[in-house]
């Protein structure tokens, strides 16, 4: 047992010392999140051979575009982030505020900025932000986590960028970074009631929402579906949810095959290539194909979990526990809404969605999780 989840040396180089040393390179987080990955790009391949799209070549661009977000987290010392921690606040909250300046709508939300032929999403980026700066603002706290004061100053650190992404506006991307909010104080030490008291409240501010109609057509029907716990009767708010779940029925226990499925790229699912990638697996792999995703993912996020749980310093641990609360909320938000156990809230699968953004936010936070592992002591989990 002990092989399976051991990781292996690497020589890196030293940040502090500007000389290069012997750590761990933890091979089973890369390999995991490699493997969902490569699942996602089969699961694009397989839709634009049943259509007439080209996700396929457009998301091996962006992987190799990604290289270079994820080769700076990998090599920068940990430590920077934390040193310049205001920098990256302030850097999160222009991007989002130049949304709203120069910002693209789609689909009645201004969330986008285009460079040329890349398309950005700051809201996406202020998630990998927050979770740096907030680990950073508990780090420089220490022994302060459990006071009032800090708590209050906490909540006006994630107040400003939540209220940003709500005003694009995106009730996924808010409930993102509010979930991040609550994993790092958590793991700080912030007192529970706090915590809980923050839910009820945050609650409390959904159903208030919902009957005074403050927000959008689209986002009250999901806030019902949230805070009552079911489904609207309203068609066009499940016609998603119910094309996804004849997707998978079709698939049966061991799927129609590779590049068999009938549903997919015909537009019978839609917004199959991001918020519903995971139908192709049902429908072409069936039960066991969808086993075997959950598993990838579950073994994957037990990566993530063990990098934040060995992690000695205080910096290191918070900014993986918020790195961990994003993709874990994503994962289970995605699948769950695809299974229409969730309501929608539009939030894509970690490495599988097509998406430039996404996709470098999940290379970029694996690669920042490697470099946490490598400079991290050896522990009960290594070989």
């Not at 979770?131 to 209050?152: D, M, Q």
């Not at 996924?172 to 909010?181: D, E, Q, R, Y």
């Not at 409390?204 to 009767?233: C, H, W």
């Amino acid at each position: 047992m002990s092989s399976i989840l051991s990781a292996r040396s690497l020589t890196i180089p030293d940040g502090s010392q500007g000389s290069s040393r012997t750590r761990f390179f933890d091979w089973w987080l890369f390999v995991s999140a490699a493997v969902l990955l490569l699942i996602g790009m089969m699961s694009l391949y397989s839709i634009d051979k049943g259509g007439s799209t080209s996700f396929f070549r457009s998301q091996a661009i962006k992987i190799i575009l990604g290289l270079f977000p994820a080769a700076v987290m990998l090599l920068v010392h940990p430590k920077l982030l934390q040193r310049f921690s205001s920098v990256i606040y302030v850097l999160s909250l222009s991007c989002l505020m130049l949304v709203f300046l120069a910002g693209r709508s789609a689909k009645g939300a201004q969330r986008w900025i285009d460079f040329g032929p890349i398309e950005f999403q700051p809201s996406e980026l202020a998630k990998f932000f927050l979770a740096i700066t907030l680990a950073a603002f508990f780090a420089n706290r220490i022994g302060e986590a459990k006071s009032f004061k800090t708590y209050l100053l906490s909540l006006a650190h994630l107040g400003i960028p939540l209220l940003l992404v709500l005003k694009q506006p995106h009730l996924g991307g808010a409930l993102s970074l509010l979930l991040i909010w609550l994993g790092v104080s958590l793991v700080a030490g912030t007192q529970p009631k706090f915590l809980v008291g923050t839910v009820v409240a945050t609650f409390a501010i959904l159903v208030a929402g919902y009957y005074t109609n403050v927000l959008p057509d689209y986002q009250l029907k999901r806030v019902k579906e949230f805070v009552m716990g079911t489904q609207s009767n309203d068609a066009d708010s499940r016609y998603h949810q119910q094309r996804a779940l004849i997707s998978f029925g079709s698939g049966g226990i061991s799927g129609q095959g590779y590049l068999k499925g009938e549903h997919k790229g015909t537009g019978f699912v839609p917004e199959q290539q991001t918020d519903y990638i995971s139908t192709v697996v049902g429908e072409e792999g069936g039960l066991i194909g969808c086993t075997l995703l959950l598993g990838a993912f579950g073994f994957f996020l037990f990566r993530v979990w063990l990098v934040m749980f060995q992690a000695v310093d205080q910096f290191m641990k918070l900014a993986s526990a918020g790195i961990l609360s994003y993709l874990s909320f994503h994962t289970v938000a995605n699948l769950g809404m695809n299974l229409e156990l969730l309501p929608v809230v539009g939030l894509w699968l970690p490495f599988m969605s097509f998406g430039g953004t996404a996709l470098w936010l999940c290379m970029a936070s694996v690669a920042l999780l490697l470099n946490i592992r490598a400079r991290e002591p050896s522990g009960m989990f290594e070989g």
